[in-house]
Structure formats: structure tokens, C-alpha cells
């Protein structure tokens, strides 16, 4: 569990330099998930080293994956294919990752040996059954605590069909355990959303040789996939550099360039929202990283400008909704966020942590069952906040802080290194 630490953010005057934000965290996960299952060496360049990546690292060790770490931040892992896992002698820890224990349950439903999978006290509170139950209608044996809704979760593997599931919630979690599990057993399985989430998962099963077909409503995995070891460059977090976008934008006389961030369409809604309430931002020198598409942005001070957000907006920046509420808080007029119940089931209620957050600085903002009004253009004042434990509540209000009229007190943020391990040192760095 990370240690308690209150931090101070005093406003700033103005933000200039180049950023190059973490690795993706997403893409992270996912490229030391297929290299574990493929056969042969990967190596992993711009693996972002917070705890939740770090969590899914171990937890392959834990089954017997060999990885090597590189003085330059290269890691080397000789992959042991999708029979290859071994039984792992102990409960794995998931840490604060959802993502681990959401896409682990998938990968090790169809492996056919024992496994219990748990996390911290916040990752234990947080709803499962999203992706126990499509896995149940495999055949997967997953029991959890409060009916089979909550971890520590353990799994009896093996034994799966393949299935055409219906998705209720655009969310790349389910879809990609789901997948996962029909890429290990014969035969052909599809998922289908109400909205495109993002498909890190396909592209890289794609990248890694898999049989996956994707179309309007989602994808297809043919079974018994044999993937191919790779090398696999991890572009920036669009997610980490959301914080940076929204500070470019909001403190006066700012111009931030922030170098190959990852802008995949399906996580680029942040850069649409922004550009939209009239926010400033340029990609620059658009390239590919191991299929996915990278930029480098262009971020000025801008004035902005209320707008309604919602639809298939939402999946498309749904980490990043806790700063787009900053950035409504600056905008003149009214921001409303809509279609985002998502945000209540997050690290925290991410909907209630926010305008607890912003409220307490004078923010005029108001909860919505699925999502937020704000109000903006007022000054907001200093003040003490609470994290809520959460890495993107505390980044968020790092941002806010610096446009405030006095300084904020932000509690427990050392909740940051899940995503974002070096976020305060490059906040420093960027401040005249």
C-alpha cells in the first residue's frame, strides 16, 4: 500500500518547455501480457514503470516467465506461449490495477490450473462481476466475495467454450478479458459494444500474430492463437499527458510540446473535448509505434469555452474526465458531462471526487447521476483537498491548483506512482 503525503501546489505564472510523459499504461499492460503468452523474446521499450505495470510484471514471473531488465530501460522476456504458465505457488497481488485483475481473470479462466487473484483495499471495493459474468457464460469457475462481485477472486481454469457476447458497457477491460480467453480455446468468440472502447487489445494481438477481425460493434478472436515474440515500443500516456494539456491551456502565457504521445483514436477524445471548448493543440510529426498511432502536441493558452460532452465521446476519454472538469472550471459558461456513469466505479467515484474536490475551491459544480455541470470562469481559491486516493483526483487538482489564486494543499498523493511516478518532478520542471 503507498504511504500518506500531503503536497503543496502554489499557482503559477506561466508553463514553457518539452515533456516526455510515461509509457502508456494501457499498452504497457498489454505488451507484458502478450509477450508472456507469445513464443520467443520480446523486447519492450517505454514500459511505463508504475505500480500497476509493475503488478502485471510480477504476477507473469509468478507463472514462470523469465524477464530481463536492460540498463537503457529494456526488457527482455522469453515468452512461454499460451500452454506454457505455470501454476503460481502463491495469491497474486494486483495492487491498485484493474486492469491486471480484469485481464489476468480472462487469461487465466482458460489456463487449467488454480489461481487467486486480490489487490489493495481500493481494488478489493471495486465491481468484478462486469467480467465475471461474460467469462461465466464461457464456463469459467470464478468465485469472489459479495456474490461473486468483488476480489480477492479465485479461479479454477480451463474447461471454456467460446461465445458472441453482448456487451451492455463500452469498457476495453471486458472486451479484452473476454478476448483473451477466446484466444487460448478452439473455436471463435465475439464481443459486441454499445460504443467503440479502446482497442489496445487488438492491435496488439494483431502486432503479435493473432487471429482477431474487428468491425463497427466490436471484435473476433479465432482460438489456439500462436502469437509470435516481438518488439514492442510503448508510446507516451495520452492519459498523463491530459494533466499537462489542461495546465498548457489554462495558466496564462503557457506553450508546453509534449514528444510521442500515443493518439489512438479510440483514447484521443481528450484532444477532441479540448479542442472544442477552443483549447489550442497542435500534433506534430504523426508517426506509428508498433501499430499505434503517435504525435507530438503542440499545447498554448487558450480561451475556453463551455460545451456539452457525452455519447461516444465518453469511452473515448473516460480516464480523463477528472481534468476535463478542471478545464470546465476555467471555461466560460457551462460544461455538462453526460453518458459517464463509468466515473462512479473508477479508483474512486470519480464523479462525487471531484465536485467534493473542485467544490471545496469554489467551483460551481454540481454531481449528475452520470456525470458533472460546471459552471466555470470564476477564480477558484486555495485550499485543502483530499486525493480520495486516487492518482487522477491528485494530478487534477495539481492542475487546478496552478491557476488558483492561492496555494492548495492536495492529501495522499503518493497515490500518483501508480500511473504517473515522476508527474511533481516534471510539474517543477515546466514552471517559470
Not at 485481464?103 to 486480490?118: D, E, K, N, R, W
Not at 473455436?187 to 474487428?214: C, N, W
Request: contains cysteine.
Amino acid at each position: 500500500m503507498h504511504k500518506f503525503e500531503t503536497r503543496t501546489v502554489t499557482p503559477a505564472k506561466g508553463l514553457r518547455g518539452e515533456l516526455v510523459v510515461p509509457g502508456d499504461k494501457s499498452i504497457s499492460h498489454r505488451s507484458l501480457m502478450f509477450a508472456s503468452l507469445a513464443k520467443g523474446e520480446s523486447r519492450v521499450r517505454g514500459l511505463l514503470r508504475g505500480e500497476d505495470c509493475l503488478a502485471t510484471l510480477r504476477a507473469f514471473q509468478q507463472m514462470g516467465v523469465a524477464v530481463e531488465e536492460r540498463a537503457e530501460g529494456e526488457l527482455i522476456i522469453q515468452g512461454r506461449g499460451i500452454d506454457g504458465l505455470q501454476e503460481p505457488a502463491d495469491v497474486i497481488d494486483c495492487g491498485n490495477s484493474g486492469t491486471t485483475i480484469r485481464l489476468m481473470s480472462g487469461i487465466l479462466s482458460a489456463q487449467p490450473f488454480y489461481s487467486v487473484l486480490t489487490g489493495d483495499q481500493y481494488l478489493r471495493r471495486r465491481p468484478m462481476g462486469r467480467v465475471i459474468e461474460p467469462l461465466a457464460t464461457m464456463g469459467a469457475r470464478i468465485y469472489g466475495r459479495d456474490g461473486n462481485k468483488k476480489a480477492p477472486l479465485t479461479i479454477l481454469g480451463g474447461g471454456l467454450q467460446p461465445t458472441e457476447y453482448h456487451s451492455p458497457v463500452a469498457s476495453a477491460q471486458v472486451k479484452s478479458a473476454i478476448l483473451l480467453a477466446g484466444m487460448q480455446i478452439e473455436g471463435k468468440t465475439t464481443v459486441f459494444e454499445p460504443h467503440l472502447s479502446r482497442d489496445h487489445s487488438e492491435r496488439m494481438l494483431k502486432y503479435f500474430g493473432a487471429d482477431i477481425q474487428t468491425f463497427a460493434g466490436g471484435a473476433s478472436v479465432t482460438g489456439r492463437a500462436v502469437l509470435e515474440g516481438r518488439d514492442v515500443e510503448v508510446p507516451g500516456d495520452i492519459s498523463s499527458a491530459a494533466f499537462f494539456l489542461v495546465a498548457g491551456l489554462i495558466v496564462p502565457g503557457s506553450e508546453l510540446l509534449l514528444k510521442n504521445v500515443g493518439v489512438n483514436p479510440t483514447r484521443s477524445g481528450i484532444i477532441d473535448i479540448l479542442q472544442r471548448m477552443g483549447g489550442s493543440i497542435e500534433l506534430l510529426n504523426a508517426r506509428e509505434f508498433s501499430g499505434e498511432p503517435v504525435a507530438d502536441l503542440l499545447v498554448r493558452s487558450s480561451d475556453l469555452q463551455g460545451i456539452e460532452i457525452g455519447g461516444e465521446l465518453v469511452p473515448r476519454a473516460i480516464d480523463e474526465f477528472p481534468v476535463v472538469s478542471v478545464a470546465a472550471a476555467f471555461a466560460a459558461g457551462t460544461t455538462t458531462i453526460r453518458d459517464a456513469r463509468e466515473l462512479r466505479v473508477k479508483e474512486t467515484d470519480r464523479i462525487a471526487a471531484m465536485c467534493d474536490t473542485l467544490g471545496r475551491l469554489g467551483a460551481q459544480i454540481e454531481p449528475r447521476e452520470d456525470g458533472m455541470r460546471v459552471t466555470g470562469g470564476e477564480m477558484l481559491q486555495g485550499g485543502k483537498v483530499s486525493s480520495f486516493g486516487d492518482h487522477r483526483i491528485a494530478m487534477s487538482m495539481a492542475v487546478a491548483a496552478l491557476c488558483a489564486g492561492d496555494k492548495v494543499e492536495i492529501e495522499d498523493t503518493s497515490c500518483t506512482a501508480t500511473s504517473f511516478p515522476n508527474f511533481w518532478e516534471l510539474l517543477a520542471g515546466i514552471q517559470n
